[in-house]
Structure formats: C-alpha cells, structure tokens
C-alpha cells in the first residue's frame, strides 16, 4: 500500500511538475514549444484533412435540421440588402475614392496604400472560450504577428500564431483582444424653424433633423446666431417673409452689403460646414467572449464631445503604436452604460462583420511605424 | 525494426495518443461544427473522463495529461494548460468511479458526466489563473453544462474505447 500510495503521489508530482514547466515555457515565449506546436501541425493535418472530408456529410446534416429556417430567413434578408446596397455602392466608391485622393493629397497614409493578402477561413477555434479562427495563409506571405485581418464589412481580428503556410487569427470578441478606436459621434440634432411663405410670423411649425446641409428656398433656417446656418445655402425670394423686428429699420433690397445675420438678402450664400462636423473620441476596444458584444472603454466624459449616441460609427484609431492603421470601419455602438462621475461611458459595440459566418479575409501586411526596420 | 513498430504498438499509451488524434481531427472538425445552443461540444475532455472510469484514477490521470497535451497543440491556451486539466478530469473520474458500489451504465454515464462538467469549470479557472481575462463569467456554468449532458450520451462508447485502448499488453497477446 505504501508503495501504491507512494507511485500514485510521484506520479501526480510529475504531472503537475510537468504541466507547470511547460505553461511557463510557453508564456515566455520558448521557441522549442512553439517547434513542438508547428511540427504537430504538419503532422496532424493531413488526418484532420481526412477526417474532414469523412464527416462532412454528418455536419452538413446536422446543419440542415438544425439551421434550415435560419438559412431561408437570412437568403431573403440577404437578397432585400444586396438590393438595397448596389444603389448605394457606386456613390460609396466614388466618395471613398475621392478621400483618398484627399489625404494622398495632404501625404496622410490610406489603406489604399497598404499590401494585403487575401486568405481563407479554414477552421475554427474548437475552444468555448478563446474565439480565434485558422486561416491559409502565412509566413509565405508575409504575415507577421499582429496584422489585422479584415472582411469586406470591416475590420474581424488579428494575427496572433504564424506557421508556414496556416495562420491563427484570434477574432475582435475573444476577451483578449484589445484595439484603440474612435469614436465618430454623430451630431445632435438642430432645431429647424421653418417659415412656410406668406405665414405669419407667430406661426411657425418646429421640426428636428440632422442634417447638415439642406437648400431651403424662402425659407430660413435657425440655430444659435438668428439667420445664420453652417453649410446652409439660403436663396430668398425678393420679399422677406419676415415682419421687421421691433426698432429694426428695413432697408430696401439691393441696397444691402455684405450678408447680415438675421437679414434676408437677394443673394446667394454658402457657409462652409464646420460646426456640425462629427466629433471624434478615443477609446479602447475589447472583447468579452462570444456570447457578448465588444466594448469600448476609457472613452473620456467631455461636455464637448457630448453624449454619444446609438449607431455612431467606431473605426480603428491607428498611431504609431497601434497594430491596425487608422479608419477601419470596426462597428457601431449599440448601447451606452452611463457611469457616475468622471468616469466616460461604456460603449458596447455591433459589430460591422459577421464573425460567424467567415470566408475570405483580407491581411492587412501593415506594421507600426514604431516596429518597422528602418531601410538604410 | 518491425518489432520496434510492434513493441510500441503495444504499448498502451502509444495507443491512446493514436485514439487521442483520431478523436482530435472529430474534435477539430465534426464537433466544431456541431455547437448546440451555441457551445461547442468537448469530446476531449469526455475522453480524459472515460479513461478514468475505465482504468481508474492512476492510469486516469496520466491518460487525461496525455489528451489534454494533444489538445493544447491545437489550441491557442498555454501549453500544458489542457493537460494539467485533463490529468485533473481523469484522475477526479477514477476515483468517483472506485467511490461507487457496483457501478451501473448509468452511473458511469452521471460519472463522465460530471468529470466533463468540471473539466469544463477548471480549464476557465486555470487560463485565468495563467493571466487570461474575462473568461471566468456565469456562461461557463453554461457551456459545464450543456458539455456534461451531450458528453453523457456519448460516454459509454467513449469509456469502451478508452478501456481497449488502456488495455494491458499482456491483455492484447
């Protein structure tokens, strides 16, 4: 019994002596592991390959009872987007195209500018509780540690394993993803004061929009300075709709100069818009497993910035540091969890790509400036 | 060179890490499709599980490292990580299993059951224990479960393959 008891106790000491080393070895980074894990690798997936092709009759009949409605529920709502969206790619393409000429033009960096690879999604993680995929692609095509891997809806991971001719990409929702964002507010809305003509004065209808630029003939549009609307044009009629204001002198038309404010004039004007421009905000982008949304944290509680609201856009923040270049388009916040104090709100986050149903990615071979080679 | 071959054959570990592959490239591929409720189903650990209740705790724990080792080449947690778990899993499994008197089908169905589950609870008590954040929430409880009751239908199966794989080499001739 004593020896029974004493090979069951080494035993058990090995095992976890064992389990502690390696653990150890792996978090610091020990090529013999990482060795170990590409030699597997090659060994194991021609078996997996096999077996792949062995059970895909069995998965595809299980994906048939259990995912049929959902499969004809998303073909029609598949088929109302695809008509809805071809209107508006074209204007899309050209407006995307024409900001990049623009920040070409003033020497910012585009994602027109960066080398990509295009791979495919060959597997997923068979963890409940990392969210990474495999894809085919790797060091062959030179993809380094860190890459961001993009979908034609927006940004959906990073690379965090690179093999020979696979790559794991560890997706925006595994809880140890991280990624500094913006946050593009959109603008509270204006209050609009709409004169119909020939209405009197005291009647007036009180509407509220967003928009930022609208042309309004013999109408005239108010916000804080009393006649005056950024990125407005105001073409008036001849005969102002306005009653003179108490002590105001009405001066004939034409003999105006310049535009006044809270003057109606016979001439054409065009103020550029600047004060709706969308604010932006900087935050910290994490995920927190599949079954919940991302999360933007350390967004700053400024009066300036306002209150954000639901679907303002979050795009990738970039700088220096960052591992994705700015402006990639991540998602949109879904809810805002307000906290006491100085604390900035929680934003949770929708994300533009569907990580769950993942084909073709595209790699975006992008470095930080603060790790790029300098070239002699 | 033949009876090398042979030899390690017989072995019945070197069986195990032949049957463990197998059920890896099913873990890898069918099972990673098939998520009910969205979990997705860990026959790895249930291997782990049924190597205890068919050899016992010793032999258990050992078998449930060797799982858990082929389990971590495939996966992005720490290596040793699955199989410091799965060791955990077996050994836990072979001694639910001696604690029982005359052990039914359906005991050992509750027992792999259960071993699955915990198996289930540990590996996100241990990735955090190794640094990992945000893991460890009531959805594992979730996942423990849905695991332990999909790991219970296929335990028998499961703990007769463990048993011809775990057998004896003296057994085999």
Avoid at chain 1, 81 to 89: C, F, M, P, Q, R
Wanted: aromatic share 6%.
């Amino acid at each position: 019994m004593a020896d029974f008891s004493f090979t069951r106790r080494r035993a058990i000491l090995l095992l976890s002596l064992t389990s502690v080393i390696l653990i150890t070895m792996d978090l610091r980074g020990s090529s013999v592991i990482n060795f170990a894990r590409s030699t597997f690798g090659v060994v194991f997936r021609p078996i997996e390959s096999a077996t792949k092709v062995v059970t895909r009759p069995l998965g595809n009949a299980w994906n048939g009872i259990t995912h049929y409605n959902d499969v004809v529920k998303e073909n029609h709502r598949l088929n109302d987007l695809v008509a809805y969206s071809e209107g508006s790619t074209i204007s899309a393409i050209a407006s995307v195209r024409e900001a990049q000429e623009l920040l070409s033009l003033n020497g910012l960096p585009t994602l027109a500018g960066i080398a990509s690879c295009t791979a495919q999604v060959v597997g997923q993680s068979p963890s409940n509780f990392t969210q990474t995929v495999e894809i085919n692609r790797g060091s062959e095509c030179g993809l380094k540690v860190g890459m961001p891997v993009l979908n034609a809806a927006g940004m959906i991971g990073k690379i965090t394993d690179v093999y020979n001719k696979r790559s794991v990409v560890m997706l925006l929702t595994d809880p140890g993803y991280s990624l500094a964002v913006k946050v593009v507010n959109i603008p509270a809305p204006t209050t609009t004061t709409t004169v119909a003509p020939g209405t009197p004065v005291g009647d007036t209808t009180t509407t509220t929009s967003t928009t930022t630029t609208t042309t309004l003939p013999r109408v005239t549009t108010t916000t804080g300075i009393p006649g005056f609307v950024p990125g407005v044009t105001i073409a008036t009629s001849s005969t102002s709709t306005f009653a003179p204001l108490p002590g105001e002198v009405t001066v004939p038309i034409g003999d105006v100069g310049p535009n006044q404010p809270g003057k109606s004039t016979s001439s054409e004007i065009t103020v550029p818009a600047g004060l709706d421009v969308p604010l932006r905000e900087t935050g910290a982008l994490e995920g927190r497993g599949i079954a919940r949304t991302p999360i933007v944290r350390f967004v700053e509680n400024q009066p300036r910035f306002g209150a954000v609201r639901i679907g303002s856009p979050i795009i990738s923040a970039g700088g220096a540091t960052s591992l994705a270049p700015p402006d990639i388009v991540i998602g949109s916040v879904s809810r805002v969890v307000n906290r006491t104090g100085t604390l900035g709100p929680i934003l949770e986050v929708t994300l533009a790509a569907n990580l769950k149903n993942l084909n073709f990615v595209r790699i975006l071979l992008y470095q930080p400036s603060s790790e790029r080679v300098a070239t002699p | 060179m033949i009876d090398q071959v042979l030899l390690f054959a017989e072995n019945r570990y070197a069986r195990l890490v032949l049957v463990g592959l197998m059920v890896l490239s099913l873990q890898t591929t069918v099972f990673n499709d098939m998520r009910p409720f969205g979990v997705c189903l860990q026959v790895m650990v249930l291997l782990a599980a049924s190597a205890g209740l068919a050899r016992g705790s010793d032999v258990g724990a050992i078998a449930g490292f060797i799982i858990g080792l082929l389990y971590d080449m495939v996966l992005t947690t720490p290596m040793g990580l699955c199989a410091a778990v799965f060791a955990t899993v077996g050994y836990l499994a072979g001694v639910g299993q001696s604690l029982v008197y005359a052990p039914t089908w359906w005991s050992r169905m509750l027992l792999g059951s259960i071993a699955s589950a915990i198996g289930m609870i540990l590996l996100p008590i241990a990735s955090t224990i190794t640094g990992a954040t945000g893991i460890l929430n009531a959805h594992v409880l979730f996942v423990a479960l849905i695991v332990g009751l999909f790991n219970a239908v296929l335990s028998i199966p499961a703990e007769r393959l463990c048993r011809w794989a775990l057998t004896e080499p003296a057994a085999v001739r």
